[in-house]
């Protein structure tokens, strides 16, 4: 064990510990310097199945794991359970919720995003996004919760509207979500039910653009909407959204509309229209871009904060032909393992801090490596792009559920994952359907701080 009296010769404070502040724990290791990783959670998630327990496919623990745990062998690390509350540039220091100040040599800030609800944060209470395991429990329990009211409902009219889910955005999010929302109903809530048939129920995807998978090729997003029809979801393109109330979802009139058709009334609206950086990415006083993400250098730090690296969903990177570096898990890895390297290159060259400060040696410019796409729509229905291939259906679908395992690594339950997932599968029997909180009237639930767009 390190001695804590002792004064590291380099302090390193980590902020979030999701994919880009774990990749750079991993890959950070120097004679003498200390890392603390602060994160509010006590856990790691991996947000890529977070639907899948929105839709009761996976239970929580199976897609969290404990980031004391995940370092327990690292005597160099420090994890601190908090919340960032603001953070001192002058001082060098992160002052936590709780009080506490922590001092650093280097900063990494990574703290990804919030649900963003595109200046109408009204619009969460009734269309919670999915971006915390307290979310997605949030939109299993609200559900579960509409099917149970539709089969307790005497007027067919709201039975209708009961069964009716509608997810607003037609990215990676809302797809998958709809998919395995159909497929939820169509296959396994379909035995549950002796009165209602929720093989009936209504899935709408809507979207303002004029395709799904936007940032997908063409050919690949219409595969895709297709795969979504034939799964049972209406997918309704180019179709903006106005305004979102209480089970109900209103879209910009069409001028050919009859008054009140452009009203959807649901007994579930679900957001998966976009994220925007975590909102302290603002008060830092560097530039941000639209979505309120920090503009990095090509190292990575912030301009003329040559001691603070953003990465992750919280930065705003350009590859070399200038496009953006898409917020996905594998460029926030990426960057953990560039800021780490970086670092460790400077402090090597540096010797003693006083006598070089950071930002003196000539640093790398981050280079993303682009290794395709995936998306889920369904069961054995997904579309991929690696490298000059397109795929979709049960292909793209495989190797969707190989790409999720493998990143799965250092998930201790990655077996039962895999177990769980096949189960339920080959037998269409669900486990995680249970709700609990039923005294909790609906919409008074604990959400979590607002998830705010991103994907
Ligand atoms: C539903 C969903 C599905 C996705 N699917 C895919 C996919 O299939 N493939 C893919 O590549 N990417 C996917 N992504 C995107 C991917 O998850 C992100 O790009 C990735 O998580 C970004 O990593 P990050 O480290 O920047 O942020 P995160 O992983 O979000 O980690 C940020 C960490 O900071 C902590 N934090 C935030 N604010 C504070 C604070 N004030 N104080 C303390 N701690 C704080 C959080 O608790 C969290 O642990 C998906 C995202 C979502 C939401």
């Given at each position: 064990m390190s001695d804590p009296a002792a004064r590291p010769r380099f302090r390193i404070v980590v902020l979030g510990g999701g994919f880009a502040g774990l990749a750079f724990c991993r890959a950070f290791r120097f004679p003498g310097a200390e890392i603390t990783l602060v994160d509010r959670q006590n856990h790691h998630l991996f947000q890529p199945l977070l639907y899948q327990v929105a839709v009761a496919g996976l239970a929580a623990p199976d897609i969290a794991e404990p980031i004391r745990s995940i370092f327990r062998k690292r005597d160099d690390i420090h994890v601190r359970l908090g919340e960032v509350a603001s953070i001192r540039l002058d001082e060098r220091r992160v002052i936590l919720r709780d009080g506490a100040a922590l001092p650093y040599d280097y900063l990494v800030v990574a703290l990804g995003g919030v649900t963003g609800y595109f200046g109408h944060d009204e619009w969460a209470q009734h269309a919670p996004g999915i971006k915390t395991l307290d979310d997605a429990l949030l939109v299993r329990r609200r559900l579960l919760l509409a099917f149970e009211q539709a089969e307790i409902e005497p007027d067919p009219e709201r039975v209708r509207e009961l069964l009716t889910i509608v997810v607003v955005g037609g990215g990676p999010t809302g797809v998958e979500l709809a998919g395995a929302i159909s497929d939820l109903a169509r296959t396994i809530l379909r035995r549950d039910f002796s009165r209602i048939d929720p093989t009936r129920a209504r899935v709408v995807l809507i979207e303002a653009g004029s395709r799904v998978l936007s940032t997908f090729p063409e050919d690949l997003s219409e595969k895709a909407r297709l795969q979504l029809q034939k799964l049972g979801?209406?997918?309704?393109?180019?179709?903006?959204?106005?305004?979102?109330?209480p089970g109900e979802v209103v879209l910009k009139p069409d001028a050919e509309a009859a008054p009140g058709e452009n009203i959807l009334r649901a007994g579930l609206v679900l957001w998966g229209a976009g994220v925007v950086a975590a909102p302290l990415a603002r008060s830092l006083g560097a530039p941000v871009d639209r979505a309120g993400r920090l503009v990095v250098e090509p190292d990575l730090s912030l301009p003329g904060?040559?001691?603070?690296?953003?990465?992750?969903?919280?930065?705003?990177?350009?590859?070399?032909?200038?496009?953006?570096?898409?917020?996905?898990?594998?460029?926030?890895?990426?960057m953990g393992r560039h800021a780490a390297q970086v670092i460790a290159a400077e402090l090597r060259a540096r010797g003693d801090p006083a006598s070089a400060p950071a930002g003196a040696t000539v640093r790398d410019a981050f280079a993303y490596r682009d290794k395709g796409d995936l998306a889920t729509i369904g069961r054995a229905a997904?579309?991929?792009?690696?490298?000059?291939?397109?795929?979709?259906?049960?292909?793209?679908?495989?190797?969707?559920?190989l790409v999720h395992l493998v990143f799965l690594v250092g998930f201790r339950n990655r077996i039962a994952v895999l177990i769980s997932w096949l189960y339920s599968y080959i037998t269409y029997k669900s486990g995680a359907r249970v709700v609990t909180g039923l005294d909790t009237p609906p919409g008074a639930e604990e959400s979590g701080p607002p998830s705010a767009p991103h994907r």
């Open positions: 979801v209406e997918v309704r393109l180019d179709t903006p959204v106005a305004d979102i109330r904060r040559p001691e603070i690296f953003a990465l992750g969903d919280i930065a705003s990177a350009k590859r070399p032909d200038g496009k953006p570096v898409p917020g996905v898990a594998p460029a926030a890895m990426q997904a579309v991929a792009r690696i490298g000059r291939l397109r795929f979709s259906g049960r292909p793209a679908w495989l190797a969707w559920l």
